[in-house]
């Protein structure tokens, strides 16, 4: 699919309000998959309450932050279990659940950037896309 030039003129400059899908093709076609993270955290409005924009980092940065927050996880994996075990959550406990929740919060978005990396590398041929489907679809199976 290919968006003429003059609507892309015209969303970059602010004077029309681009589609979900001009922004799936801009995106690939700039192959910049940050483009729709962006737009659904930005944008839609069901996106900008459930979706947390993602920042593009480093592998390196990602995969530090990655095991600091597991890390973190795994020290309040006790407190998780006495807080969730009767199935509610007291009033003493709801200070504990919440920085739990953050954390947890911190671990998907560090989820969301890893694949956004993965996506980019795909788009700029660095990670060769035939091989990672390949792999990909046999993990499926």
Not at 25 to 50: D, F, R, V
Not at 66 to 79: C, D, F, G, P, V
Not at 112 to 129: P, S
Request: aromatic share 6%.
């Amino acid at each position: 699919m290919t968006i003429p030039p003059e609507k892309i003129e015209r969303i970059e400059n602010e004077k029309i309000l681009p589609r979900p899908e001009d922004i799936l093709t801009m995106a690939e076609g700039y192959k910049m998959p940050s483009l729709c993270n962006y737009y659904c955290a930005n944008e839609c409005p069901i996106g900008k309450q459930y979706v947390p924009e993602i920042k593009v980092k480093d592998l390196s940065q990602i995969v530090l932050e990655m095991l600091a927050s597991l890390n973190t996880m795994q020290r309040k994996q006790e407190r998780l279990i006495e807080i969730t075990a009767d199935g509610k959550i007291e009033e003493n406990e709801i200070r504990d659940f919440i920085h739990i929740q953050e954390e947890l919060e911190r671990i998907s978005i560090t989820v969301e950037t890893m694949q956004l990396w993965v996506e980019k590398m795909l788009a700029e041929n660095v990670i060769n896309m035939d091989v990672y489907r390949e792999y990909k679809d046999k993990t499926k199976q």
